[in-house]
């Protein structure tokens, strides 16, 4: 009977065992439960409180947020007039940059349009002073020309009266036989 004993003995220390185990898990079961119930206590209370709160400071958490939106428009408002102040100023420069350029290419363009004018006038001088000596050489090559026909006409008169004897233009011949 001792090892029946001894069998129920340790029959007996395993059930207390099994159930102390038991007893242990429902423990802390309870505990866990009891931990989520005063977590869930302790938000809801947090989040009451924390809406309370929030409608009592809403206000002045609306009118912060409203400040604070206005403060930074007005940074903003300043920063984009700056801005646009900056753009202006460089528009401007550039402008007056181009205007400058054009004003030199203008200028650049005026002094060779100038020298070029010059060079024309200087060339139809020159043309018109050899058109000149053209007009004159044609005007003198005229009047040798004219004096040439003249002098012709003038030869051919004289021959032909010499020819037809007028105005005692021929010699007289005698045919004498006398002597002198």
Not at 145 to 154: A, D, L, N, S, Y
């Amino acid at each position: 009977m001792s090892v029946e004993a001894e069998l129920k003995k340790r029959e007996a220390e395993r059930l207390t065992e099994i159930e102390k185990q038991r007893l242990i898990r429902e423990r802390e079961e309870d505990k866990r439960n009891m931990e989520v119930e005063i977590n869930r206590r302790v938000e809801e209370l947090v989040e009451k409180r924390m809406a309370s709160e929030r409608e009592k400071r809403a206000q002045e958490i609306e009118l912060e947020v409203q400040r604070r939106v206005a403060e930074a428009k007005r940074v903003m408002s300043r920063e984009m007039l700056e801005e646009l102040e900056r753009q202006k100023q460089l528009e401007l420069q550039r402008f007056l940059e181009k205007e400058e350029d054009e004003s030199r290419k203008r200028a650049e363009l005026n002094r060779i349009i100038n020298e070029n004018n010059r060079k024309i006038e200087i060339q139809q001088l020159k043309i018109a002073e050899e058109q000149q000596k053209l007009l004159e050489e044609q005007r003198k090559l005229l009047e040798e020309r004219q004096k040439f026909e003249e002098e012709k006409k003038k030869r051919d008169k004289e021959e032909q009266k010499l020819i037809l004897g007028k105005q005692n233009t021929r010699p007289k011949l005698s045919f004498s036989l006398g002597s002198k």
